[in-house]
């Protein structure tokens, strides 16, 4: 069997809990090989972003050119693109090289609060990007934002909002419940047929949640070319991510909402000071 190599197309955080740095740690996790394209550096930490600073679009059509030109990749996970240009470039690269199992994270929001997408770009990730993709992961707020509509607060209305991501164009959506008040934090999949899942898990009491949808999104990029379907790569990719929440409280990488524990199964337990 040979390795699968994903690649991972976001922004970087310098805290390592969030973007492609926490993209990697999930590739190697969950036994892909991983390779990354910076699409923005950040002036980010626990605490907040204190700045941003998009790479310009042609360096990102450069490093996807060079490196797609070269290797073979089994999955993409796209994150934070920051402006038109960079999804421009983006999109040119999945229709020049034909990517496969592509998980759209449409990032738009920080944990924080602070925005990441420039309001002109959200347009180009509902025309462009979406339907380019074979999943995308929306929370609830950023799948109110791609339809125009308001934030929805329960099972049934996300099932019925999921459904016009669907006619929106998007091939799959993993419509994300952690917004939901609860015990347990449950996620939907809609598939092309209209078939929905739900995928449920305990909600973890800790406040270090940061990165949690940059790591449930490459955890299935990471998953998908090892495993038989996209159903299959999300419940094991949830279980993943439950267990990095349960076991984020062994880290001390922060003052603010710290980053989840990508490597809870390797490495020995350790109880905060």
């Given at each position: ?190 598939s092309p ?12 009491a800790t ?67």
């Amino acid at each position: 069997m040979r390795t699968c190599n994903i690649l991972s197309i976001a922004g970087s955080d310098p805290s390592g809990g969030a973007g492609v740095q926490a993209d990697l740690k999930t590739f190697s996790a969950l036994g892909g090989y991983g390779m990354a394209v910076v699409t923005a550096l950040t002036a980010q930490s626990t605490a907040g972003v204190a700045g941003v600073q998009e790479v310009p679009s042609e360096f990102v059509s450069s490093q996807l050119d060079t490196l797609l030109n070269d290797a073979r990749v089994d999955a993409v996970k796209i994150g934070m693109l920051a402006d038109t240009g960079v999804i421009r470039a983006v999109v040119k690269a999945l229709d020049t090289h034909e990517l496969p199992h592509v998980v759209l994270d449409p990032v738009m929001v920080a944990k924080s609060g602070d925005r990441l997408l420039s309001p002109d770009a959200i347009e180009a990730v509902r025309a462009d990007l979406v339907p380019r993709a074979d999943l995308i992961t929306p929370n609830l707020p950023e799948a109110a934002e791609l339809l125009g509509e308001e934030e929805r607060h329960d099972l049934s209305a996300m099932r019925e909002q999921a459904g016009r991501l669907v006619e929106l164009g998007a091939t799959r959506v993993l419509l994300k419940g952690g917004h939901l008040s609860g015990q347990s934090s449950t996620d939907l999949l809609v598939s092309p047929d209209g078939v929905s899942e739900t995928f449920s898990a305990e909600r973890i009491a800790t406040r270090n949640t940061h990165g949690t949808g940059c790591t449930l999104s490459s955890a299935i990029a990471a998953l998908r070319p090892q495993r038989r379907g996209f159903s299959e790569a999300v419940r094991e990719a949830k279980d993943y991510l439950t267990e990095a929440l349960r076991h984020a409280d062994e880290l001390d990488a922060g003052r603010g909402k710290g980053p989840v524990h990508h490597f809870h199964r390797w490495w020995p337990a350790a109880e905060r000071p």
